[in-house]
């Protein structure tokens, strides 16, 4: 019994030695359902290895002669019994003996551990003893570097919206009705049409919805991360999973039957629906042939955003060519990856660039699935498969900042607070190299502040307290590997823009997970955080110069490097 014990005890610290007990906090539920998990199978294993040692124990008394209290054999036994008993002592410690010796080698373990020793304190509270610029140094440094005169925004969006809205007719002329998509008007989103663009040349975010041509139709199923079962589709109530993407399932004619009464009743073969039957008579792949030549044909009922970019691109072509002798600048791709990120060139060498994105709207409502993400949108979600769309907010986000500009102290100072950390974000990365950091990221800790602090708290003399405030919360949030997305979740927020109940109701979408997964990618960012906050005041100084230095900038930024912290 004594001994049933000690195994036992060494059989646990074996189990805690080989899947250690971790504490997090409880908002990171995707991280507790995989230790969950990994308990439950270290759970079974433990019970099989009991199951297992009982077996054998059972084996040995019924293969030894006569029984446990007879005379003369109990000698016999007792030695047989101390000698299994010492022998499943020795496996036990053995076991145990492996364990550690396989934690001690693990070269993951050792890396973790060294990268956490070597980053403790590459950022903790840097974003409180910074030495920040008083409030009018900044404001001449944004004046300088930053601003963009509203006449230039002005002309910039007039010269895109004028030639996507003649792109988008000649396309719709030169398409073919019967098979291919039908494009609807283009819409702004991004920093542009939120008035905090700082990359220079300026850029235009457009998306244009699409839908298929009749009497097909579109619907748009949102994916979620389950708790250990994987994808699936997320229905209505309570969402338990992160949302990931979404499929656009391709609604043949007949197929949906709520759409209408002849798909819920039998009406004979005499009658006909006078709204669409005739439609579905003469769509009819056997009737009409052309079904292979849909766009969606070789990965029916799914749309696959590959299909969708190379479309886009070649319907696109088509639709300059017809035009192109209207305008006196060239048009041209300038990312072949992405369905239309185009760049138009004057002859003076001047060039402006915007991107017009294919999209699926999401029942009748403002959420909208693209192919790639816009320049500002959400990163790290595009999936490898090819039917998987990642969604976005951008159209509710943008209303948002509009509705917050109302509100807020005239000339207030929020925007110039996101400006100003992208700007020193982006030089930084220039020097040091890209992070995991983002533009979106940016924007979505501003957001999130703006609803935290006080209205009066925005006014254009509190610049240095709120961008002191916006590095605290993304240092913070860096810290904590968790930033959640300002929409998805987040059931206090907007409550008269109409969005639909599914993303209300998620659990919040952490757009840090990358930084969870991949330890390498969280370090960097890590690093560019920590440098950015300590050479903010040396970029900003340098920059409101007359003739910034790059080649000063970096010498400095090396020097400070060299330094001993």
């Known amino acids: 019994m004594a001994f049933g014990i000690v195994a036992m005890c060494l059989l646990m610290a074996a189990t805690v030695i080989d899947r250690p007990f971790t504490f997090r906090p409880a908002s990171w539920s995707v991280e507790q359902d995989l230790e969950q998990e990994r308990l439950s199978r270290m759970k079974e294993r433990e019970e099989q290895l009991q199951a297992e040692m009982q077996r054998l124990e059972k084996e040995l008394v019924e293969s030894v002669p006569g029984g446990l209290g007879s005379g003369s054999g109990g000698e016999p036994e007792m030695e047989e019994e101390h000698s299994w008993n010492l022998w499943s002592a020795l496996s036990v410690i053995a076991f145990l003996l492996l364990e550690i010796w396989r934690q001690d080698a693990d070269p993951r373990s050792l890396q973790e551990l ?68 039908e494009v609807e008007e283009c819409i702004g989103i991004g920093s542009l049409y939120e008035n905090w663009r700082v990359k220079k040349p300026l850029v235009c975010d457009l998306i244009v919805p699409f839908t ?89 009922p ?62 009748n409502s403002d959420v909208y699935f693209m192919p790639l993400l816009a320049s500002d949108a959400q990163p790290g979600t595009v999936q490898s498969n090819n039917i998987s769309w990642p969604f976005t907010f951008a159209v509710y986000e943008k209303r948002f900042l509009k509705l917050m500009a109302k509100k807020l102290p ?16 982006e030089k930084q990365c220039n020097l040091t190299g890209a992070s995991g950091l983002t533009h979106y990221h940016l924007k979505t800790a501003l957001l999130h502040l703006l609803l935290s602090q006080p209205l009066g708290a925005w006014h254009h003399s509190c610049l240095q307290n709120r961008l002191r405030d916006l590095l605290r919360f993304l240092e913070k949030a860096l810290l904590e590997k968790r930033l959640n997305h300002f929409i998805v979740g987040n059931t206090s927020t907007l409550p008269s823009f109409n969005i639909p109940d599914i993303f209300r109701s998620a659990e919040p979408l952490n757009l840090f997970r990358a930084f969870v997964t991949r330890r390498a990618l969280y370090q960097r960012a890590r690093r ?36 001993p912290s």
């Open 410 to 425: 005239e000339s207030s100072c929020h925007l110039m607070c996101l400006q100003v950390v992208s700007f020193l974000h």
């Open 114 to 181: 060294s990268d956490e020793d070597e980053d403790s304190g590459a950022i903790g509270d840097l974003s409180r003893s910074v030495a920040l610029p008083d409030h009018q140094t900044l404001v001449h440094f944004y004046d300088k570097c930053i601003r963009v005169p509203g006449n230039e925004l002005s002309r910039t969006k007039e010269l895109v919206e004028g030639c996507a809205d003649d792109l988008l007719e000649a396309l719709r002329s030169v398409c073919n009705r019967d098979l291919d998509m």
């Open 528 to 563: 560019t955080m920590a440098e950015m906050l300590r050479n903010a005041v040396v970029l900003i100084r340098e920059y409101s110069l007359e003739s910034p230095s790059q080649d000063g900038i970096r010498a400095r930024h090396k020097a400070a490097a060299t330094e």
């Open 212 to 300: 298929p041509p009749e009497p097909y139709c579109f619907r748009a199923d949102v994916l979620c991360l389950g708790t250990g079962l994987g994808l699936g589709v997320c229905s209505g109530g309570k969402v338990t999973g992160e949302l990931s993407f979404g499929r656009i399932r391709v609604i043949s004619p007949g197929e949906d039957a709520s759409a209408c009464l002849c798909g819920r009743t039998h009406l004979g073969e005499d009658m006909l629906c006078l709204v669409h039957g005739e439609q579905i008579m003469q769509s009819k792949p056997d009737s009409s042939g052309q079904k292979d030549e849909l766009l969606w044909s070789a990965t029916a």
């Open 302 to 363: 799914y749309l696959a955003k590959g299909q969708v970019i190379r479309w886009f691109q070649k319907a696109l072509t088509k639709a300059w060519a017809k035009i192109a002798h209207k305008y006196d600048f060239d048009l041209s791709f300038q990312d072949l990856e992405r369905p239309g990120a185009l760049r138009i060139r004057f002859r003076s060498g001047k060039t402006v660039h915007f991107n017009i994105s294919p999209v699926v709207e999401f029942e």
